[in-house]
Nanobody
Framework: QVQLVESGGGLVQAGGSLRLSCAAS????????MGWYRQAPGKQRELVAG???????NYADSVKGRFTISRDNAKNTVYLQMNSLKPEDRAVYYC?????????????????WGQGTQVTVSS
């Protein structure tokens, strides 16, 4: 029903920048919250940043001041600008979306995930 395709991961030196993109496609009524999570080896998946359809944002304390989330509602795309990257930012980054989908005449909110994109920061 909803597909999330991420791009923009890669290898960067500490202090460098990367920009992640995630485009949503498929059949949906609307997309409410979009966001980015990450999962480092041996750790639980954690929220990095989220943004509502009206532009309200929230960030993990560890990325405040360094990462910026933005969204293009016309393109159903969310971005994560990551600056001043640190080795501890190394993880697989997953796009997430809460989308309203109509199934059998009933509209419900569902959660969707992208396939993940690797971010590696060398020291």
């Amino acid at each position: 029903q909803v597909q999330l395709v991420e791009s923009g991961g890669g290898l960067v030196q500490a202090g460098g920048s990367l920009r992640l993109s995630c485009a949503a496609s498929g059949s949906f009524v609307s997309i409410n919250v979009m966001g980015w999570y990450r999962q480092a080896p041996g750790k639980q998946r954690e929220l990095v940043a989220g943004i509502t359809s009206t532009g309200s944002t929230n960030y993990a304390d560890s990325v405040k001041g360094r990462f910026t989330i933005s969204r293009d509602n016309a393109k159903n795309t969310v971005y994560l600008q990551m600056n001043s990257l640190k080795p501890e930012d190394r993880a697989v980054y997953y796009c997430h979306a809460d989308a309203e989908v109509r199934v059998g005449g009933i509209t419900r909110m569902y959660k969707y995930w992208g396939q993940g994109t690797q971010v590696t920061v060398s020291s």
